[in-house]
């Protein structure tokens, strides 16, 4: 089992920035990749972006000249950078990580909010 504890959510004017970080505890050893989905009220969950441990990474078209993810060295931690946020941004975020036996686990989720 893995328990995931998301950080870094919170208020920001529009333009502004906020590095969201997501710390992986439990069985870590069979972490394949980790990732950040967001939703937002009435709409869908949204993919935003995922890295493996192998470091390659894929982020969502709609937000990849603006976002950017990362893997911190110790390999139980993963970032969420968000530049020139926009009040479309605002949603719930959610960090979710994915074992080599096709688990899927989930974070309980931060509220970031973009305000005009």
């Known amino acids: 089992q893995i328990h995931l504890v998301e950080s870094g959510g919170g208020t920001v004017q529009a333009g502004g920035s906020l590095r969201l970080s997501c710390v992986a505890s439990g069985r870590t050893f069979q972490l394949h990749a980790m990732g950040w989905f967001r939703q937002a009220p009435g709409k869908e969950r949204e993919f935003i972006a995922r890295i493996w441990w192998s470091d390659t990474s894929t982020v969502a078209d709609s937000v990849k000249d603006r976002f950017t993810i990362s893997r911190d060295i110790g390999r139980d931690t993963v970032h969420l950078q968000m530049n020139t946020l926009k009040p479309e941004d605002t949603a719930v975020y959610y960090c979710?990580?994915?074992?080599?036996?096709?688990?899927?686990?989930w974070g309980q989720g931060i509220q970031v909010t973009v305000s005009s």
């Open positions: 979710v990580a994915n074992t080599y036996g096709s688990e899927e686990y």
